[in-house]
């Protein structure tokens, strides 16, 4: 195990893979007792660095260095050896195992084949009562919630004698109760002397726990800087390089329901129903969002309403007329758009071109066809000008899809759903993945759908998103509509109550003695 470690250094990193210079004489630090914060968009370079940090890949120049003295990591043994430990984004767990049984994997026992289970049990307990982690070393893996699983990673990184810990995206999974228990952990880990990194995309959260920042972009580093009165303003400009336009849209106006669910069960994977009798009603004009954590029957409702998952029982109404028995064509020649949770797998084909994803489910149409042959000029001027109207940046319209940035994907999705000026629109998970510049703009045009008089039904994990664009907010759990708000009167305290399986009677009072960071999320 690593001894006491007060501060570790990365000095002119360079990383390369074929095309792309991940990490260009990127410089980094982090020391003990302070959260030092890692922000940059999608490509900027940050999971690059710190898995050069863990061991998991190695520089071609740069150096890292411990309390002055240069290291080499070739494995995350390596790293954990020297004191440094990562919790991913992806918990590395063994469900079918107990807390103690998947800390102690990997571990040398005084027992020859036998695990000194009971040596980490003890252990387990004594760091969970230290830590406020509330974790049992008898439970099984597989029956605690996305937020207990989290404490066992961070109680495996202790256990291993991790002095510097790395915090992959920690929070993109957890209720917002869950992100406070966190920060309370957080900030104890950093009292007793261990020194965090903590990559984050969300501003409030970075502003509010870290101690410094360091802003990548394009695989440069922009700057390190104080927490203390930046600005999310400030921060974006260093990501993107230009300041964000505000949110446009004018104020609500709902119509008559165009998009009716009634109670609609499916079925998972599994066989076993993972969505339980859903109603929901979407009006003209509005956009009503869909908030909670993962896994708790949204991908499944959203395969359902699109019809590439096959409907249990209940009803799918566009405009009064039941699709749930339709084809995925039929419904979007009836009015509805659709952008998937899956862009490469159920929005594109990744070795088509451009044009030919432009016209994946368009090219029967009679615009753009003479008899049996395709008007081939029709279509590429078609094209051009969505590409050139949503902003999409291809070298041309023969790129394979493949080779354009996960934003410019999603754009050419949105440009080729939007021109058919839908009734009603399905967008799942519409900005995950993509950078900020190109979330801004997706956002808006959302709005601008709405404003034009679709119906929105918006499926996100990411409560701010919801909070800027919802009309009203409906909250899911375990395949169940816990309760719906109009945006207005919702407040994120209670939604997250709800995404954790709380009924709305049961939410209680605001605790005045434990502040969190959740009024900073709206």
Not at 483 to 508: N, Q, S, W, Y
Request: hydrophobic share 40%; proline share 3%; glycine share 10%.
């Amino acid at each position: 195990m690593g001894g006491t470690i007060s501060q570790v250094t990365m000095n002119g990193i360079v990383k390369t893979f074929p095309g792309v210079k991940a990490c260009n004489q990127i410089d980094f630090d982090v020391r003990a007792g302070e959260v030092h914060a890692l922000l940059g968009e999608n490509g900027a370079g940050k999971s690059t660095l710190m898995k050069i940090l863990y061991g998991m890949l190695r520089p071609e120049s740069g150096q890292i260095a411990i309390d002055g003295t240069q290291v080499e990591f070739r494995s995350p043994a390596d790293a954990l050896k020297a004191g440094i430990g990562m919790i991913h984004q992806h918990f590395m767990l063994v469900p079918t195992m107990t807390v103690a049984q998947n800390v102690a994997l990997g571990q040398k026992s005084s027992r020859g084949f036998l695990l000194d289970l009971d040596v980490v049990s003890r252990k387990v307990r004594e760091l969970s009562a230290a830590y406020g982690l509330k974790v049992n070393p008898d439970d099984l893996v597989a029956h605690l919630s996305v937020g207990e699983q989290q404490r066992v990673e961070i109680i495996k990184a202790l256990y291993r004698g991790a002095q510097i810990i790395i915090l992959d995206e920690p929070t993109a999974v957890l209720t917002p109760q869950e992100v406070d228990d966190l920060f309370v952990v957080l900030k104890k880990m950093v009292a007793e002397g261990h020194g965090l990194v903590f990559i984050s995309h969300k501003l409030h959260e970075v502003t509010a726990l870290s101690d410094r920042i360091t802003v990548l972009r394009d695989g440069h580093c922009m700057g390190t800087c104080s927490s203390d009165g930046m600005s999310r303003e400030s921060l974006v400009k260093m990501m993107v390089g230009r300041e964000l336009k505000a949110l446009t849209s004018r104020d609500s106006h709902a119509g008559p329901v165009r998009l009716q669910i009634v109670n609609l069960c499916v079925a998972g994977d599994r066989g076993t129903q993972t969505v339980s009798g859903v109603s929901l009603a979407v009006h003209s004009g509005e956009i009503l969002g869909i908030a909670g954590v993962a896994g708790n029957g949204q991908r499944e409702l959203a395969e359902a309403l699109i019809g590439v998952r096959p409907v249990a029982s209940g009803g799918i109404l566009l405009d009064g007329q039941d699709l749930s028995g339709w084809k995925l064509n039929r419904r979007i020649n009836s009015g509805m758009a659709i952008i998937p949770e899956e862009r490469m797998l159920d929005g594109a084909i990744r070795d088509f071109s451009v044009q030919e994803n432009v016209f994946l489910h368009d090219h029967a149409d009679k615009a753009f066809r003479t008899g049996i042959f395709l008007r081939f000029k029709k279509m590429a001027e078609h094209a051009r000008n969505l590409v050139s109207d949503f902003k999409v940046k291809t070298p041309n319209l023969d790129t394979p899809i493949r080779n354009l940035s996960g934003g410019n994907i999603q754009k050419l999705i949105m440009a080729r759903e939007l021109s058919r000026r839908p009734n009603a629109l399905i967008a799942s998970q519409p900005t995950r993945g993509v950078d900020i510049g190109a979330s801004e703009y997706i956002r808006q045009q959302l709005l601008n759908q709405r404003d034009d008089g679709t119906a929105v039904l918006l499926i996100s994990e990411d409560l701010d998103e919801l909070f800027d664009l919802s009309d009203r907010i409906a909250v899911m759990y375990e395949g169940q509509i816990m309760g719906i708000f109009d945006r207005h009167e919702a407040d994120v305290r209670t939604i997250g109550f709800l995404m954790a399986g709380m009924k709305p009677e049961d939410v209680p009072e605001p605790d005045e003695s434990r502040p969190g960071c959740l009024d900073a999320v709206v």
